[in-house]
C-alpha cells in the first residue's frame, strides 16, 4: 500500500495552526498550487475552520449563561471541583436569525480574514472586509449570495462565477463554499443569503433585486436579508 | 505546564469536530466527541503532555474517543439502523465508496488496524505521518496497513 500523493488534512490542519516550518508550508502552498485537488481541500478546510469560529460560543470557560446547558456528569464535577466549568451552547445554533418553518439556519459573518465574525443588519464593514455565508441545515439544499451595493448594482457573490446555485450538502455550521472581498463602494449594502431545495437560476433573482432593491423566496426557498453599513475604514 | 484548553479548542476544535462527523458519519455523535474530548482536558490537562504537537495529540484522542463510540454495540447498531448519510465534504479527495467501506469496517478491526485504517483513508495521512501519531515505525505502518487490506479482501471472498 503506497503513501497518498496529496497533502493529508493532518498537514492542512498544521497550516492552520501555525505549526508549519517556512520551508514546510511552502511546500504545502506549492502543492495545492499545483494540484488542483488539494487547492480546493485547502480551501474548504479553511471554510470549514472559519465555519467553527462563527459557532456562538461552544466551549466557554465561565460560568453559564442562560442558554447553556450542562454537559451532565463530567461538568457537574468539574463544578465541584473548581471555578472552571465548560458549558457548550444548543448544539447546531447558529447566531442570527432562525428561520421559521423548520428552515435552514442562515448566518453572515464579516471581518477581516482571519477574524470572521457573525454580523446582522446594522453593522458596519469595511471594503476589503471578507464576507462569509454559512448555514445550518438538515437537507440538502443550493445556495447563493445576493447584494446590492450603495451604487444600486447588483452581483451575485456566491457562485463567484455562472448562473447555477451552488450545492450545500446537509451539516450544521457549514461554509459556503466562497466567501467574498468586498470592494471599494461605500454606503448601504444589501446582502441575500439565499438557500434553496432545489437549484435555481440566478438571473430571475438579479432581476428582481435590481427592480426592487429585494428577493422574494421562491418556493421551496428561504432568504436571509442583511443591510451591512459599508463605510471606509477609519 | 499550563494547559489553555480553550485557546487549543478555538485553534483546534474546528478539526475535532470534522474528523469526529468524518469518522462517525453522524453530526450529533461528532458533536458529542467534541465536547468530551475538551470537558477531559480541562478536568486533566495533563493527558497533553506537549512532547508533541498539539494536532497530534488531539487527532489520536479524537480517533481513540469515535473507535471507542463506534465499538459500543449499542451504538454501533443506532448508528447502522439510522442508516446515515457519510458525511462527506465538498472536495474530499477520497472516494465516498472507500470511506463507506472503512467506516463499515473499523467497528470489528483490532485497536491498531482500526486507528491506521481512519490516518489512512479517512485522513489520507501518509505512512510517516501516521507513523509519528501512533509512534511507531514506518515499517509497523506498512504492515498494519497491509494486514486491513487483506482482511478486507478475505471478508468480502468469504461473503
Partial sequence: ?????????????????????????????????????????????????????????????????????????????????????????????????R??????????????????????????????????????????????????????????????????????PAGVDRSFPESTVLDRVVGSERIFVVWCEHARPLAPLLGELRATGDVTPPEGCHVRRIVLDKRVRP | MSLDVEAMYRMYGHSVLRRARQILANDDDAGEVLQELFVGLVARPEQFDGRSAPSTFLYAATTHACLARL?????????????????????????????AMVRAELAR????????????????????????????SRRHVGNLLERIERGIAERKEAS
Fill in chain 2, 71 to 99: 465499538r459500543d454495540r449499542k451504538n454501533r447498531l443506532r448508528l447502522i439502523d439510522e442508516q446515515v448519510r457519510p458525511w462527506t465534504t465538498d472536495v474530499d479527495p477520497r472516494s465516498a465508496d472507500t470511506v
Fill in chain 1, 99 to 168: 428561520i421559521k418553518g423548520g428552515g435552514p439556519s442562515l448566518v453572515l459573518a464579516a471581518g477581516r480574514a482571519a477574524q470572521l465574525a457573525p454580523i446582522s443588519s446594522g453593522d458596519v464593514v469595511h471594503p476589503d472586509d471578507s464576507l462569509q455565508a454559512a448555514y445550518s441545515s438538515e437537507r440538502d439544499g443550493f445556495g447563493a449570495v445576493l447584494a446590492r451595493d450603495g451604487a444600486d448594482a447588483v452581483m451575485t457573490y456566491v457562485p463567484s462565477r455562472g448562473d447555477a446555485m451552488v450545492a450545500l
Fill in chain 2, 109 to 136: 478491526l483490532p485497536e491498531d488496524e482500526a486507528r491506521a485504517a481512519v490516518y489512512y483513508h479517512l485522513d489520507g495521512m501518509s505512512h510517516a505521518e501516521i507513523a509519528e501519531v501512533l509512534g511507531c
Fill in chain 1, 1 to 97: 500500500m503506497t503513501d497518498h500523493s496529496h497533502v493529508s488534512d493532518l498537514r492542512w490542519d498544521r497550516w492552520l495552526a501555525g505549526e508549519l516550518s517556512q520551508d514546510q508550508t511552502a511546500e504545502a502552498i506549492a502543492h495545492a498550487e499545483a494540484c488542483a485537488t488539494c487547492g480546493a481541500r485547502m480551501r474548504e478546510l479553511t471554510a470549514l475552520r472559519d465555519a467553527f469560529r462563527l459557532r456562538p460560543v461552544d466551549v466557554r470557560f465561565t460560568r453559564p449563561a442562560r442558554r447553556a446547558y450542562w454537559i451532565g456528569a463530567a461538568a457537574t464535577t468539574l463544578a465541584a471541583a473548581a471555578a472552571i466549568v465548560i458549558v457548550v451552547g444548543r448544539r447546531g445554533e447558529l447566531p442570527g436569525e
